[in-house]
């Protein structure tokens, strides 16, 4: 959805001064626009970039990435510097440090049969905490896991709750359009969707086919919502808009009566 402020458009690096980067561990493919300057970088070459939690390492994708809307040139990242080659050392560091806590965390959770589902376990650019997100149905009491973790580790844990489309998001995976996940790569944010949403673009109301991975319905029922209801009247569909269209229309106006004969 674009703002009513600016105008949607396809700038492609205006100026040779973005590149497009994947930030940390993001293995889905998403791309982060990063603003460099007068400095030039090669694709696949290792950067740290300003985010809004500090520092992070990412690495160059793209050096034309498009940015749809005048606005998302003041929301990309910040370039630094080039990584050097002990924090590129550092980084795959940090991944096996992740791994290792959440193969720790997991256990334990089986251990202590908490309710909980472990979904990652974030390690900082600086080090300085661990983030344990989690999804549960329930409330949960996590201050002895995160203690336990803290005296295992040598770092101070934190627990996060987040959501199954947030789960969704950070575990990524294919959707069953053949695509990665539109919310783990460049789906910005979740908007509300109703099953209305299909009826309106003539979908079947069938939950086994609208539900996404997250086990909710399907983020592209709403920002597909306008395409679907034009696609179905160019096809000639009866979809539920037509009926209610052809409900709500005036009555149409009588014909005007035949012309008689001319008059002698």
């Known amino acids: 959805m674009s703002c009513a402020t600016c105008s949607i458009g396809t700038l492609v690096n205006p100026g040779g001064n973005y590149v497009g980067a994947r930030l940390a561990d993001a293995t889905d493919g998403k791309v ?55 924090e590129s050392a550092d980084f795959a560091e940090r991944l096996e440090l992740q791994e290792e806590t959440a193969r720790w965390a997991s256990k334990r959770i089986a251990e202590l049969r908490l309710p909980v589902s472990l979904v990652k376990c974030v390690v900082p650019f600086d080090r ?17 896991l995160c203690r336990e973790m803290s005296d295992r580790f040598r770092l101070r844990v934190e627990s996060r709750m987040v959501g199954v489309r947030d789960e969704t998001k950070i575990v990524g995976g294919i959707g069953p359009c053949g695509l990665t996940l539109c919310c783990s790569t460049w789906l910005k944010g979740f908007h509300p969707v109703t099953i209305r949403m299909a009826k309106l673009q003539g979908i079947t109301p069938n939950p086994s086919k609208l539900t996404g991975m997250c086990g909710r319905l399907k983020c592209c029922l709403a920002y597909e919502l306008e395409g679907g209801i034009e696609a179905a009247r160019k096809m000639g569909s009866k979809g539920p808009d037509r009926k209610d269209a052809e409900k709500k229309a005036p009555p149409a106006p009588p014909a005007p009566p035949a012309p008689g004969p001319p008059a002698a």
Do not use: H, M
């Not at 007068?38 to 696949?44: H, W, Y």
């Not at 939690?53 to 690495?59: L, R």
């Open 128 to 144: 300085r905490r661990i983030t344990l997100l989690y999804s549960s149905d329930e409330r949960a009491n996590l201050r002895d």
């Open 32 to 86: 982060t626009v990063v603003f460099t300057g007068e400095v030039a970088v090669r694709t696949g070459e290792r950067i740290v970039v300003e985010t809004e939690e500090g520092p992070e390492f990412a690495e160059v994708t793209t050096l034309t990435p498009v940015l749809a809307k005048a606005c998302s040139q003041k929301k990309a990242k910040r370039f630094l510097r080039l990584a050097s080659d002990s």
